[in-house]
């Protein structure tokens, strides 16, 4: 599980953002390994924007964040958790949300690989 900040730099972020673009680089260079060595096992890193879950009570201290009051444009946890089972199905290794309309969509890996 990855990030849209795995992909961009977030402002006010960096920290976040450095950790999520290790998740992506480390899966989306095992995926191409895997995939190398014909190996029978898939790596695949889905990276969501903005999702409705309870981290934001958490990274705050709160309760009672409301996303349809504080965030332009998110998903629910059930449509992640569709984009999820749309990855896992298919053939692509990265599923991820454009930050500007919050679409989603399955790619092929986006780090270069040199192998």
Known sequence: MSSIGGYRIVPNSVT????KFFVSAYTEGLAQ????????????VLAPAATETSFADRARDTEGFDYS???????TAREMAEFLWELLEGDEVVGIVDPEDYS???????????G
């Not at 060595?37 to 695949?44: G, I, Q, V």
Request: hydrophobic share 30%; with cysteine; glycine share 2%.
């Open 33 to 44: 390994e895997l995939k190398q060595s014909r190996a029978k096992l898939r790596a695949k």
């Open 69 to 75: 009051e504080n965030v332009a444009k998110y998903h």
């Open 16 to 19: 976040y953002c450095a950790t």
């Open 104 to 114: 989603f969509s399955l790619r092929g890996p986006i780090k270069p690989y040199a």
